[in-house]
């Protein structure tokens, strides 16, 4: 089991920028993808993107395309979400998710084995 923790939420204006961060425990972190999701009040849990073991292939959510970028240092078993841009229909409880059973970036959430808590991005119009 890995153990993930998000963190880098916080309350922005519309057109700011934020950076994600979680930080996984345990070995192995370079051996697997890993993905960031977001669920909105009264909504189904969102994918956002994903990355691969190395970070040379990413995959990103519609919504979020051209304005978000997956990225990780696995020297640092980190995972981070840059994301530019910010609207109001952004704001959510983000959360990372290791998928330990691929290399490779996935879309599904039933996919990913473990979970971070979540953290908080509000975006103000």
């Known amino acids: 089991q890995v153990h993930l923790v998000e963190s880098g939420g916080g309350l922005v204006q519309a057109g700011g920028s934020l950076r994600l961060s979680c930080a996984a425990s345990g070995r192995s972190f370079s051996h697997y993808a890993m993905g960031w999701f977001r669920q909105a009040p009264g909504k189904e849990r969102e994918f956002v993107a994903a990355?691969?073991?190395?970070?040379?292939?990413?995959t990103y959510g519609d919504s979020v395309k051209g304005r978000f970028t997956i990225s990780r240092d696995n020297a640092k078993n980190t995972v981070y979400l840059q994301m530019n841009n910010l609207k109001p229909e952004d704001t959510a409880v983000y959360y990372c998710?290791?998928?330990?059973?691929?290399?490779?970036?996935?879309?599904?959430?039933?996919?990913?084995?473990?979970w971070g808590q979540g953290t908080q991005v509000t975006v103000s119009s």
């Open positions: 998710a290791a998928d330990r059973r691929s290399s490779i970036p996935r879309r599904l959430e039933y996919e990913y084995n473990d």
């Open positions: 990355i691969s073991w190395s970070g040379g292939f990413t």
